[in-house]
């Protein structure tokens, strides 16, 4: 294990170095992503600024609201686990797209490790700080700008048990994105089944309770973004779903399991590129 440890600090070293020949290119991937995040929370907050809260109804009665600072902070939350995943383990996105394709993956067989951990760590996506650094900012800003009576109700000894979890919050991205991604060993690419399981996570960015129980299934146990967001977030504020906690490193094993064993068939049933 420590061995995998100090070889992914390599790698991520040797990215940086190749990040510094192309600064622009980053620059302008970071400006492209506080653009799209700074769209979507001017798109929230011209929704809240029509309504006082979003409300969960019953038969044309109102069970639950959540206020604009509460959806904030279930919306920044969302991009913390999201985030470490982005900066550590994005390379999977290649595979699905040209790795396969291009008959690039011949190369991970050929080296001394595994393929997986070598698809995986090969690439460190520096742009995804930004990412991580906008989550913390509005959890802290949502959190501080809080009205008095919702501000009182969070315990914060609940954030404890949600670190201690948080791992396996980033291991439900890092499975969909393998077990999707694999896919390209028997169909050469398969970047849209990952892009279209994967932009499954935006519904984990509010309330689940306002989705109907299709929607709310399947991204609390099939593809279940709302574990790695809503759950938690919703047990820090009001201390709802602490059932959530364990069954999120549930689901995360069971996911990381099923992701390896479509790893390693693909890799078996892997014929390079044809000519």
């Known amino acids: 294990m420590m061995r995998y440890f100090r070889m992914h600090k390599v790698f991520i070293k040797q990215d940086l170095k190749k990040l510094m020949e192309y600064k622009v290119d980053f620059l302008l991937g970071a400006v492209?992503?506080?653009?799209?995040?700074a769209v979507q929370l001017l798109c929230l907050g011209i929704i809240f600024s029509a309504i006082p809260a979003l409300c969960y109804t019953e038969n044309g009665v109102v069970v639950d609201s959540w206020s604009f600072h509460e959806v904030l902070f279930i919306y920044g939350f969302s991009l913390i686990p999201k985030g470490i995943d982005h900066l550590f383990f994005d390379n999977l996105w290649s595979l699905g797209y040209w790795i396969v394709d291009k008959g690039d993956f011949d190369k991970y067989l050929t080296r001394p490790i595994n393929s997986w951990f070598y698809v995986l760590c090969e690439k460190f996506c520096v742009d995804a700080?930004?990412?991580?650094?906008?989550?913390?900012?509005?959890?802290?800003?949502?959190?501080?700008?809080?009205?008095e009576n919702i501000a009182s109700g969070i315990l914060w000894w609940r954030v404890l048990p949600v670190i201690a979890v948080m791992p396996f919050a980033i291991m439900i991205f890092t499975s969909v994105k393998t077990a999707t991604a694999a896919i390209?060993?028997?169909?050469?690419?398969?970047?849209?089944?990952?892009?279209?399981?994967?932009?499954?996570?935006?519904?984990?960015?509010?309330?689940?309770?306002?989705?109907?129980?299709?929607?709310?299934?399947?991204?609390?146990?099939?593809?279940?973004?709302?574990?790695?967001?809503?759950?938690?977030?919703?047990?820090?504020?009001?201390?709802?779903?602490?059932?959530?906690?364990?069954?999120?490193?549930?689901?995360?094993?069971?996911?990381?399991?099923?992701?390896?064993?479509?790893?390693?068939?693909?890799?078996s049933s892997y014929e390079s590129a044809g000519s």
């Not at 492209?32 to 995040?37: A, D, P, R, S």
């Not at 700080?129 to 009205?147: D, H, R």
């Open 32 to 37: 492209g992503f506080l653009l799209e995040q």
């Open 129 to 147: 700080l930004g990412e991580f650094i906008i989550g913390v900012a509005l959890v802290i800003y949502s959190t501080l700008s809080m009205p």
């Open 184 to 267: 390209s060993f028997w169909t050469k690419r398969s970047g849209h089944i990952t892009h279209m399981c994967y932009m499954t996570n935006d519904f984990a960015k509010y309330p689940a309770k306002i989705y109907n129980a299709f929607i709310k299934s399947v991204i609390t146990y099939i593809i279940p973004f709302a574990l790695t967001a809503y759950y938690p977030a919703i047990f820090i504020l009001r201390g709802e779903a602490p059932w959530s906690l364990p069954v999120t490193v549930l689901v995360s094993v069971l996911l990381f399991i099923i992701s390896q064993f479509i790893w390693h068939k693909g890799v």
